[in-house]
Structure formats: structure tokens, C-alpha cells
């Protein structure tokens, strides 16, 4: 049985755990209950720290793989202008895409309300609950990040060893970029040598953590149980009518917007595409990690969509951290729902300056287990809401922060799709010139 298993594809492997974790946990809890001395033990014994080890495996190295995929990546476009445009087209499409997502996820808090309609007991209760939880995001809050110079300039690391040892994830990356960029501009024997070195750790990397996405159906059994056994139903039911304007946004981005993106600009099947994409986005979705899931949409990339891995590696990379569609929508969502609940009436102009600020989030926020929340805080401060609101949501963010991982990674896929498709067609006009 087990080598039956094991021959069945890592995406039903995935599947298979999801749906074990999740009816396991379901039944604990409805049968059980929360608080009851085994589940207690279980959960805080066994299956958390398992999920946890899978994490941070993934983590541990996922920094060196981001540093070594973006300098070879930078690298292997081997031309200045090859790189700009690659890079252009990337920027360009974030920000659209980010843009669009957005503006679905404010359109639709604005025309249904979810905020207005929370009944107030059960507000307090949930604010209660998550009081602890809420004042420690607040602390950790950007303070400034966006605001108008800090944000480029935070970008910029005085030390990349301490950016590194911080997990400043952007920084590290901007120094990859920049090394990238003088390997392309020095070219000498050492430099190659040098090169095949970084190339070297690059597949070190990789091969280390397709041995760590072995335990990936394990991880996610594990990491579901706790979820539904802890929550149980009362993740999807509380704050209803938000997390069904979330769920709703994040529908019609994932199965609308994306579809035309790969229909008209990759010229590509959208029903081939997520055909192709599912590893990638089942990983997204059971770890809430883009930069966790990074190796297993650079093997979609490469493997199933047919990508070139210069272009693949350079924008998945870039991506994982700069491309979040699905947290700058969840953002945008939540600081309106928050808004309607405390009566904050928000002008025209506010909500423009906040879709702004929420695209610029999701360049901004890391890409890990709830990275937006210090800047919904934030963001929150800005347009007068208490940041404390941020505890409504705590209780339904573990769920959401799945989803809107699963979009920021497939999204992360489209871009790289569709640049890949731009650079055929540069490539085809060349060569007819």
C-alpha cells in the first residue's frame, strides 16, 4: 500500500492529506471538543510541532534559494536590455493585476457592507478573544514603511548580512538583483567561476527541499487538523458576511481575472493553465507561505507550464515576495469592513489613497503566514480606524491567509507566463528582422 502511494502524484498525495486533516479535525472537534486533555495534547504535541517542522525546513532554506535563484537568474538573461524588459513587464503587470484585485475587493465591500451588518455581542467577544493577539501585531507595525520616500528607501539594505539575519526578505533580494546585474556587466573567467558556484547552491537548495516536500502531505494532514480540530466550524462561520466578500473578491479575481490575463496576453488555455499550476497552488494553499511554496512553483514553471527557466526563476522569485494580488485585495477588504464597523465613513479620496497604500502592501508584505496584518494595522492608524479592530479578524485569518496565498502564487504564475510569452514574441521579431 505504501508503494502505492508513493507512486500516486504529489498533488493527490496533497490533496489526500487536506482532506484527512480537515475531516479529522472536524470530528475531534464536533464530537470531543476543543478542550479536551488529549486534543489539547495532540494538537500541542504532535501535530503542531510536525506542521511546524515542515515550515521551518522551508524556511531554513528558503533565503539562500531566494539569493542564488535571482542572482542566476539575473545572470542568465546575460543581457542589460533582456533584463529591463523582463523586469518592466513584471512591474507592470504587478501593480495592473494588484490594482485590479483591489479595486473588486473595495467595489464589493462598498456596494454589500459586510462591516455594517456585524452584530455587536459577538463583535466584542471575537475583539476579546483576540485582544492579546491583536496588540502584538499592532506593535510590530511598520510605522512609515509606505509613506511617501521611506518605502524606496527601505528597500535598500546598510548591512545585507543583517537584512539576511533579520529575514528582511526584500532587501536581500534588491542586493541579489544588484549582483545579478554585475555579473551580467563583468564578464571574466572569475566571474564564471563564480556564477557556477552560486548555480551550485542554487541546485543544492533545490534538491534539499524536494527532499523537505516529501513530508509536504504529512505537513498538510497535520497542519489542517489543528486547524479544524482548534476552530472547527466556527472558522467559516464567524464573521460570515466578511469572509464571504473575501471569498467572493478572491473568486472573481482567481476565475475571471486571471483567465483573461492567460487567455489574451499568454495566449494560453486558462483550463490547461490551472491544470498545470494545482501543485503549486494546493502547497500555496496548506502552507500560507509564497516564499514557502517557491520551489514547487519554480517545478511547475519549468516542468509543466514549459517556462524558460532564466525567465521563471527571475520572476517567481521576484514574485514570491513583490507579487501579492490576494493580500493587497485582503488588505483593501479588511480596512473598509473595519471602517463600516466603527462608523468610520471613508471618503472617495481616503479609499483611493488606501487602494494605493494596499498595492504598495503587497509589494511590501513578506510573504509568510499572516505578513499583512502589521501592515493592515498600519493602515488602519492612517485612516483613523483603531488598529486594535485588527482582532475582529483574527479569528477567520488563518482560513483567508490560505486562500489569498493560493491567489498571490498563482498570480505569481500568470506574470511569469505572460512575460515568458513577451519574450517569444521579442525573440520571433528579432529573428524575422
Given at each position: 500500500?505504501?508503494?502505492?502511494?508513493?507512486?500516486?502524484?504529489?498533488?493527490?498525495?496533497?490533496?489526500?492529506?487536506f482532506?484527512?486533516?480537515?475531516?479529522?479535525?472536524?470530528?475531534?472537534?464536533?464530537?470531543?471538543?476543543?478542550?479536551?486533555?488529549?486534543?489539547?495534547?495532540?494538537?500541542?504535541?504532535?501535530?503542531?510541532?510536525?506542521?511546524?517542522?515542515?515550515?521551518?525546513?522551508?524556511?531554513?532554506?528558503?533565503?539562500?534559494?531566494?539569493?542564488?535563484?535571482?542572482?542566476?537568474?539575473?545572470?542568465?538573461?546575460?543581457?542589460?536590455?533582456?533584463?529591463?524588459?523582463?523586469?518592466?513587464?513584471?512591474?507592470?503587470?504587478?501593480?495592473?493585476?494588484?490594482?485590479?484585485?483591489?479595486?473588486?475587493?473595495?467595489?464589493?465591500?462598498?456596494?454589500?457592507?459586510?462591516?455594517?451588518?456585524?452584530?455587536?455581542?459577538?463583535?466584542?467577544?471575537?475583539?476579546?478573544?483576540?485582544?492579546?493577539?491583536?496588540?502584538?501585531?499592532?506593535?510590530?507595525?511598520?510605522?512609515?514603511?509606505?509613506?511617501?520616500?521611506?518605502?524606496?528607501?527601505?528597500?535598500?539594505?546598510?548591512?545585507?548580512?543583517?537584512?539576511?539575519?533579520?529575514n528582511?526578505?526584500?532587501?536581500?533580494?534588491?542586493?541579489?538583483?544588484?549582483?545579478?546585474?554585475?555579473?551580467?556587466?563583468?564578464?571574466?573567467?572569475?566571474?564564471?567561476?563564480?556564477?557556477?558556484?552560486?548555480?551550485?547552491?542554487?541546485?543544492?537548495?533545490?534538491?534539499?527541499?524536494?527532499?523537505?516536500?516529501?513530508?509536504?502531505?504529512?505537513?498538510?494532514?497535520?497542519?489542517?487538523?489543528?486547524?479544524?480540530a482548534l476552530?472547527?466550524?466556527?472558522?467559516?462561520?464567524?464573521?460570515?458576511?466578511?469572509?464571504?466578500?473575501?471569498?467572493?473578491?478572491?473568486?472573481?479575481?482567481?476565475?475571471?481575472?486571471?483567465?483573461?490575463?492567460?487567455?489574451?496576453?499568454?495566449?494560453?488555455?486558462?483550463?490547461?493553465?490551472?491544470?498545470?499550476?494545482?501543485?503549486?497552488?494546493?502547497?500555496?494553499?496548506?502552507?500560507?507561505?509564497?516564499?514557502?511554496?517557491?520551489?514547487?512553483?519554480?517545478k511547475?514553471?519549468?516542468?509543466?507550464?514549459?517556462?524558460?527557466?532564466?525567465?521563471?526563476?527571475?520572476?517567481?522569485?521576484?514574485?514570491?515576495?513583490?507579487?501579492?494580488?490576494g493580500?493587497?485585495?485582503?488588505?483593501?477588504?479588511?480596512?473598509?469592513?473595519?471602517?463600516?464597523?466603527?462608523?468610520?465613513?471613508?471618503?472617495?479620496?481616503?479609499?483611493?489613497?488606501?487602494?494605493?497604500?494596499?498595492?504598495?502592501?503587497?509589494?511590501?508584505?513578506?510573504?509568510?503566514?499572516?505578513?499583512?496584518?502589521?501592515?493592515?494595522?498600519?493602515?488602519?492608524?492612517?485612516?483613523?480606524?483603531p488598529?486594535?479592530?485588527?482582532?475582529?479578524?483574527?479569528?477567520?485569518?488563518?482560513?483567508?491567509?490560505?486562500?489569498?496565498?493560493?491567489?498571490n502564487?498563482?498570480?505569481?504564475?500568470?506574470?511569469?507566463?505572460?512575460?515568458?510569452?513577451?519574450?517569444?514574441?521579442?525573440?520571433?521579431a528579432v529573428?524575422?528582422?
Amino acid at each position: 500500500m505504501l508503494q502505492r502511494l508513493r507512486s500516486v502524484s504529489l498533488q493527490v498525495q496533497l490533496l489526500i492529506g487536506f482532506i484527512l486533516g480537515l475531516a479529522g479535525g472536524l470530528l475531534v472537534n464536533l464530537t470531543t471538543g476543543v478542550d479536551t486533555g488529549w486534543v489539547i495534547w495532540v494538537t500541542a504535541n504532535i501535530t503542531g510541532p510536525v506542521g511546524q517542522i515542515f515550515l521551518r525546513l522551508l524556511f531554513m532554506l528558503v533565503l539562500p534559494l531566494l539569493f542564488s535563484a535571482l542572482v542566476v537568474g539575473v545572470a542568465e538573461m546575460g543581457d542589460l536590455k533582456l533584463l529591463g524588459r523582463a523586469g518592466g513587464r513584471t512591474l507592470l503587470l504587478t501593480l495592473v493585476i494588484s490594482g485590479i484585485a483591489v479595486l473588486i475587493g473595495m467595489v464589493l465591500v462598498n456596494l454589500l457592507r459586510p462591516g455594517a451588518g456585524v452584530d455587536p455581542a459577538l463583535a466584542r467577544s471575537l475583539l476579546a478573544q483576540g485582544a492579546d493577539g491583536a496588540s502584538s501585531i499592532v506593535s510590530s507595525a511598520p510605522e512609515g514603511l509606505l509613506a511617501e520616500g521611506n518605502f524606496l528607501v527601505g528597500l535598500i539594505p546598510p548591512n545585507v548580512f543583517a537584512a539576511a539575519a533579520s529575514n528582511e526578505i526584500l532587501m536581500v533580494m534588491v542586493f541579489a538583483l544588484f549582483f545579478g546585474i554585475g555579473l551580467v556587466m563583468v564578464q571574466s573567467p572569475a566571474t564564471d567561476r563564480l556564477q557556477e558556484v552560486i548555480q551550485g547552491l542554487f541546485e543544492v537548495m533545490m534538491a534539499l527541499i524536494h527532499l523537505v516536500i516529501r513530508l509536504a502531505p504529512l505537513a498538510v494532514a497535520c497542519l489542517m487538523f489543528n486547524l479544524a480540530a482548534l476552530f472547527g466550524w466556527d472558522l467559516l462561520l464567524r464573521l460570515g458576511a466578511f469572509v464571504g466578500v473575501v471569498l467572493l473578491a478572491m473568486a472573481l479575481h482567481m476565475f475571471v481575472v486571471y483567465p483573461l490575463v492567460i487567455r489574451f496576453l499568454a495566449r494560453r488555455s486558462p483550463v490547461q493553465f490551472f491544470k498545470a499550476s494545482r501543485g503549486a497552488i494546493v502547497v500555496a494553499f496548506a502552507t500560507s507561505s509564497s516564499n514557502a511554496t517557491l520551489p514547487v512553483s519554480l517545478k511547475v514553471a519549468e516542468d509543466n507550464l514549459g517556462l524558460p527557466k532564466r525567465i521563471a526563476r527571475f520572476v517567481l522569485t521576484v514574485g514570491a515576495t513583490a507579487n501579492q494580488n490576494g493580500t493587497a485585495l485582503f488588505e483593501g477588504v479588511t480596512v473598509l469592513f473595519l471602517a463600516q464597523f466603527f462608523g468610520v465613513d471613508l471618503t472617495f479620496g481616503q479609499q483611493v489613497v488606501v487602494m494605493g497604500v494596499c498595492i504598495l502592501g503587497g509589494v511590501g508584505t513578506a510573504g509568510v503566514p499572516a505578513g499583512s496584518l502589521p501592515v493592515i494595522a498600519m493602515i488602519l492608524a492612517m485612516v483613523g480606524v483603531p488598529p486594535e479592530g485588527i482582532g475582529l479578524v483574527l479569528g477567520v485569518d488563518r482560513f483567508l491567509d490560505m486562500c489569498r496565498t493560493a491567489l498571490n502564487v498563482t498570480g505569481d504564475l500568470v506574470i511569469a507566463t505572460v512575460v515568458a510569452n513577451g519574450e517569444a514574441d521579442e525573440a520571433l521579431a528579432v529573428s524575422r528582422g
